[in-house]
């Protein structure tokens, strides 16, 4: 395969629905690794608390933020609906889709000023570690979530910008409008999964 | 995908060293490390974890100097244009520099050729298994003797740590990176990959993994093993934080390299090729690919607890301030029971099929095998515990994970049961790759009965961290996959590099291999007994006679492996005799193709129309294969 070579004649294409049942596929199979990684943390949480060594399940006063902890939630559950929203109709999705990506990067944006204001530090106590440790990676994840979403609201703008003159997708048999769309299906399905695992780490950080 | 080269003139040789390659990924490696400490150095200095403090280390430029210089590695390879091209809503390409003509040096950079891939992983993981195996034998030098050491305990701790990092770490890799990357897409019909560049990402990625590892003797080693153990992990010095580097590289790595491959088998299936005729060893690849997609993911949560205890002090594994090195534990052997398994799984794939093309029979009981690999993925999840019958774990649990890992014996069995079955009345060719079989058959066998004693709470309490369990792994291990992994050269890389390997020097790596192999961990079974402990260095000097034993035959597995390694370089390099396109006479999609397979694998997407194992079925079809450049 060479970036500027051609398909020779006698070499018939790989079928077209290949990469789209790829991007499908992927998309779900990312949901369960996902899963599995904050799992760890979910565990750590019930764990410790259960255990409560030497009494230190929190030491000292340990309470969250609960204002930010709801408005990041309602920002997440926000970005995902809007972006499931776009998933649906992937070429006139721009206005969509960018406001997905604001409000994905609010959030985050959201959890670093939450950091700043915590009247706790990572060493208070077994509480103060899982809060600490989930809320980090799930940022570090909500950014590469942030990252795929803008390359699908690039797509989409420059779709749009360039319409039929586009460099046609090398390599992908598939019509570029559909891989736009299983591509965008693909990143909104991850991103309300996402969203789905933080709204169950604020129920347990949070509520419990 | 486009398919072939277009040839155009070689820049000269200077000029194709800059550019996106291993050199420039070396140089931004290192720049983006020193860069990274630097960082670190700002940030906090010197690290005020709980420990470490009175070492004056700064874990904090330790790791940000491996994730800058990681970052760095990836960059000089190039992995970063496609991202931002990405960014730039550019539209996603498949194509990438993989013309033939490119000679060597498209091993040496980013290549989404899965064939060259595949032999990327093969060198790579081949020299840290070098490593590995060079560690074990300095381990075994230093119990020569129970009083005069040749090293002292910590360094000896480190070796021990090292050797099974390396070993789990990589070996996990050894399977499905050089082989299942190699032939999962020509036994499917496919192509490629379904995320060619993903597939390259996780092997880079290991290297440099590996790299990390190795840097631990620069920071006074690790002295937890390969199971990291806390809380000693967050009393070691900064050579524990090259192991929580390396093995979240590892864990991010074997979590890709399980997306991508069971993304390719579901998706990417050529028409005809239904669930039930997928090869054997792709079934293997399936259940792997399974456990490394979800198992791996908590290896890679359980460090990053552990790297957020070394830096920004929270206290997961710190009972002191309300964590509990139990926690690790449990999470670590969350993995690291299917660990073994995803170890193993890929050898059962290999061991089966490789079976019918040597006793020319079909595979006995396809679906039984099928069975047994899903069973073992499925139950491999829920027996995690018995690694914690000695740790002071509910003793009422110990009866519900005492059963669930005796259960796992009883798919495992359907596994070598579907092996003997097919080896019974078969017209048994022994060859060097059948030898190897049979030899994972006579190891595995021990192995695993073995392990039931281990899984049996009682006889744990007595046998757990001693030889006895050691023995045992390396039974399941190296007798189960490193004898598989030989199979597969032996029998694969002749098709994969259009050269012969010598018969005669395959047959004296086997049996000087095997005998070496029984002889030294078989007497380790006895020293577990007699109460050898896993990870001190010294013991009674009542047990230096068979642990001199044990040594001598160890150096005995070394010889033989540099026979392995003088037929690989002889017959691949100095005396290359073309081999035909199907040495083995296999039924096998991958051995219709010709020999070296061309870049573009098929020239059409073939159609499968036969069961995988028409062996002695008259008459005997062979899956219909569409080869590029004509029939083999």
């Known amino acids: 395969m060479e970036a500027s070579a051609p398909l020779a004649d006698h070499i018939k294409p790989e079928p077209r629905e290949w990469q789209l049942r790829a991007l499908w596929v992927g998309a779900r199979m990312l949901c369960g690794a996902a899963a599995f990684f904050f799992m760890a943390f979910l565990f750590a949480y019930f764990y410790l608390r259960s255990l409560d060594v030497n009494k230190s ?74 809060y600490v440790g989930w809320t980090a990676w799930y940022a570090v994840f909500a950014l590469a979530c942030v990252y795929w979403i803008e390359t699908q609201v690039a797509s989409i703008w420059r779709m749009g910008r360039e319409g039929v003159k586009r460099p046609r997708a090398e390599g992908v048999p598939a019509d570029d409008v559909e891989l736009l769309g299983a591509g965008l299906e693909a990143c909104s399905l991850f991103w309300a999964f996402y969203v789905a695992l933080g709204v169950i780490a604020w129920v347990v950080l949070y509520l419990v | 995908m486009s398919a072939i080269a277009v040839t155009t003139e070689k820049p000269p040789a200077w000029r194709r060293l800059i550019g996106f390659n291993l050199l420039t990924a070396i140089v931004l490696g290192i720049a983006g490390y020193l860069i990274g400490y630097w960082i670190g150095g700002r940030i906090n200095t010197p690290s005020t974890a709980f420990f470490s403090a009175e070492a004056g280390e700064n874990d904090i430029s330790v790791f940000l100097g491996y994730g800058f210089g990681v970052i760095g590695f990836l960059i000089g390879l190039g992995f970063a244009n496609y991202p931002v091209r990405r960014l730039l809503g550019y539209p996603p390409t498949l194509a990438e520099h993989e ?38 034998m300095l381990i075994r030098t230093e119990l020569l003797n129970p009083n005069s050491h040749v090293f002292g305990a910590n360094q000896y701790l480190t070796l021990v740590g090292m050797h099974g990092s390396m070993m789990m770490g990589m070996m996990t890799s050894s399977i499905l990176g050089p082989f299942a990357n190699w032939l999962v897409p020509l036994m499917i019909g496919s192509r490629r990959m379904a995320f060619p560049r993903i597939e390259a990402f996780t092997f880079w990625l290991l290297m440099a993994a590996g790299v990390i590892l190795i840097t631990t003797i620069f920071f006074g080693g690790f002295q937890t093993g390969w199971t990291g153990y806390q809380p000693l992990g967050s009393q070691g010095t900064a050579g524990y934080d090259a192991y929580v580097g390396f093995f979240a590289l590892v864990g991010v790595s074997m979590t890709l390299l399980g997306f991508n491959l069971l993304a390719t088998i579901i998706t990417m299936r050529a028409p005809g090729m239904t669930w039930t005729r997928l090869p054997i060893f792709v079934w293997g690849v399936v259940s792997t690919a399974i456990l490394m997609l979800l198992a791996s993911p908590m290896l890679a949560a359980a460090l990053f607890m552990g790297a957020f205890d070394r830096t920004v002090q929270t206290a997961f594994f710190v009972p002191g301030n309300g964590g509990s090195s139990f926690l690790w534990q449990n999470l670590f052997w969350v993995f690291g029971h299917p660990e073994v398994y995803i170890v193993a799984l890929p050898g059962f794939g290999i061991a089966l099929e490789l079976l019918p093309v040597f006793c020319r029979k079909p595979l006995w009981g396809y679906r039984i095998a099928v069975a047994g690999m899903l069973g073992v993925t499925l139950l491999s999840f829920f027996v995690w515990q018995h690694h914690l019958f000695v740790s002071g774990i509910n003793a009422d649990l110990r009866p519900f994970y005492m059963l669930s890992t005796e259960l796992i014996s009883i798919p495992t069995g359907f596994i070598f049961l579907c092996a003997m079955g097919t080896l019974w009345r078969g017209r048994i060719r022994l060859t060097v790759p059948m030898l190897f079989v049979l030899g994972w058959a006579f190891n595995f066998l021990f192995g695993g009965i073995s392990g039931v004693f281990l899984s049996d709470a009682p006889s744990d309490v007595t046998t757990h961290g001693t030889f006895f369990s050691m023995a045992h792994f390396h039974y399941t291990i190296m007798g189960g996959l490193v004898f598989t992994f030989f199979a597969a050269i032996y029998y694969w890389i002749p098709k994969m590099t259009g050269y012969k390997l010598s018969e005669v020097l395959g047959k004296v790596h086997f049996w000087t291999l095997f005998l070496a192999f029984n ?61 035909v396109a199907n040495p083995w006479n296999s039924k096998s999609p991958e051995f219709q193709l010709p020999t070296p397979v061309p870049v573009h694998d098929f020239d059409r997407i073939p159609v499968f129309d036969a069961d995988p194992y028409p062996y002695g079925v008259e008459p005997t079809p062979a899956p219909t294969v569409a080869p590029a450049g004509g029939t083999a």
């Open chain 1, 57 to 130: 399940w929190k030491i000292g006063t340990v309470n969250p933020p609960t204002g930010f902890g709801v408005g990041i939630v309602v920002v997440l559950v926000a970005s995902a609906v809007l972006l499931r929203m776009a998933s649906k109709r992937p070429t006139e999705a721009l206005p969509l889709g960018l406001t997905a990506l604001a409000l994905a990067l609010l959030s985050v944006v959201l959890q670093v000023i939450a950091w700043t204001t915590l009247g706790f530090g990572p060493a208070s106590g077994g509480y103060a570690s899982v």
């Open chain 2, 99 to 136: 013309s033939a003509d490119e000679g060597l040096g498209r091993y040496f950079r980013l290549c989404t050729d899965h064939k060259v891939v595949a032999m990327q992983y093969m060198i790579g993981i081949g020299f840290f298994f070098a490593i590995g195996g060079l560690n074990a």
């Open chain 2, 519 to 579: 002889a030294t961990f078989g007497p380790l079974f006895a020293l577990g007994f007699m109460g050898m402990p896993r990870r001190v260095v010294t013991y009674p000097t009542s047990l230096q006679p068979l642990n001199d034993w044990v040594t001598v035959c160890a150096y005995a597995i070394a010889l033989s492996m540099l026979v392995f390694l003088y037929n690989v370089v002889a017959s691949l390099i100095f005396k290359r005799e073309p081999e």
